[in-house]
């Protein structure tokens, strides 16, 4: 991962109060929402995660495709280990969607850029698909800050669906995630971050309850950090619905 050194080229577009970095009124938060195409086809039965960035409106623009790909390569890097090889094949030839959004636009709001994919356009892994509902959480955040509240300076994003290849592999409860999947995450985070930074469009933690010090709603910091532990978590809301019922009965 090369090393991060964006964050000097936004020092001029920053101010410090309180001790730390905020992003004045003129820089724009955008949300990338990517989202996995489930089975079913069926709008609702998707695997979305959020990450927000923040772009100044001068001298550079936000480059979009840039940033969609950054995404694409979170995933699925051109080298190294891949997050992909650990997902389920739920994914695979079903299809997946970028849209980006301007968090200063009113609601309900439309997209500033959309890309559909028809196909994941790589290979999930072969392996036997665990329960839609089982995934890895990838933590980020940024530095500590006194006076304010670390919970509003945390972000998380649940990977998912995953196969069997995600597990460790132990004959002896309990099951947790195979180590090379939480490297690779935590691999894919630093590089995503490098990736949306090229593209104008760094990581930030969005907080929209937290005023940062510049009269506009919410707040941001630049995300500096992530990790993963060694248990699943579970998404129920991602989870297939029953699709049929056996009944005992007795006399």
Not at 80 to 104: F, H, P, Q
Request: hydrophobic content about 35%; charged content about 20%.
């Amino acid at each position: 991962m090369a090393a991060c050194t964006y964050i000097d080229s936004y020092e001029g577009a920053m101010q410090v109060r309180r001790g730390r970095r905020v992003y004045p009124p003129d820089m724009t938060v955008y949300a990338i929402q990517h989202a996995f195409q489930g089975m079913s086809g069926l709008p609702e039965d998707r695997f979305v995660n959020t990450f927000h960035c923040v772009s100044a409106l001068d001298p550079l623009e936000p480059d979009f495709t840039a940033a969609k790909d950054a995404i694409k390569l979170f995933y699925n890097p051109t080298s190294g280990t891949k997050i992909s090889a650990y997902m389920s094949n739920a994914v695979r030839g079903i299809g997946r969607t970028v849209k980006i959004y301007d968090l200063s636009d009113p609601k309900p709001r439309a997209p500033v850029y959309e890309f559909v994919d028809s196909v994941v356009p790589w290979a999930a892994s072969s392996s036997q698909p665990l329960p839609s509902e089982c995934c890895v959480c990838l933590s980020y955040d940024a530095p500590k800050v006194s006076g304010l509240p670390q919970s509003r300076r945390r972000g998380r994003l649940f990977i998912g669906p995953l196969s069997i290849a995600a597990l460790n592999g132990n004959t002896d409860p309990p099951q947790r995630p195979n180590t090379g999947l939480q490297d690779a995450l935590n691999t894919a985070a630093g590089n995503l971050q490098d990736a949306l930074a090229a593209a104008n469009m760094p990581w930030v933690v969005y907080s929209p309850t937290s005023d940062d010090g510049t009269g506009a709603e919410g707040s941001t910091a630049l995300v500096t950090r992530s990790w993963t532990d060694d248990a699943f978590d579970t998404q129920r809301r991602r989870g297939e619905r029953p699709s049929a019922k056996r009944i005992g009965s007795w006399t």
